[in-house]
């Protein structure tokens, strides 16, 4: 059996993210298996609301007249907006500048 040829690969292609580029390196196809991973996506996202459609009754679900309304409590607002900043901080540093995104993330996190 031949042992396919150790990949050579770029400073630039050594990021985790870049698996489709590190698998192409190696000589395998990038995409083996996709139809079949298509195809079991497609009946799952068809069987899913078939099987709700069939069992989940029609009409809208009985209220309780004393019950609460849903409202968000103090400081709840606050943790929201720190969790947005968070996550643009750390695709921020990732993408301008080349960071590692954990960098943004610890950073967002100790804005607090």
């Given at each position: 059996m031949a042992v396919p040829p150790k990949p050579r690969l770029e400073p630039w292609a050594t990021h985790w993210g870049d698996i489709?580029?590190?698998v192409?390196?190696?000589?395998?196809?990038?995409?083996?298996?996709?139809?079949?991973?298509?195809r079991a996506s497609l009946?799952?996202?068809?069987?899913?609301?078939?099987?709700?459609?069939?069992?989940?009754?029609?009409?809208?679900?009985?209220?309780?007249?004393?019950?609460?309304v849903a409202t968000i409590k103090r400081g709840g607002k606050a943790i929201i907006a720190l969790f947005a900043m968070t996550i643009t901080f750390a695709v921020l540093s990732h993408?301008?500048?080349h960071?590692?995104?954990?960098?943004?993330?610890?950073?967002g996190l100790a804005i607090p």
């Open positions: 489709h580029l590190k192409g390196l190696m000589g395998r196809p990038a995409l083996t298996g996709v139809q079949f991973q298509f009946i799952g996202w068809f069987k899913t609301p078939f099987l709700l459609s069939r069992y989940i009754p029609k009409g809208r679900p009985p209220f309780n007249s004393d019950e609460k993408q301008m500048l960071l590692p995104a954990i960098w943004g993330m610890m950073f």
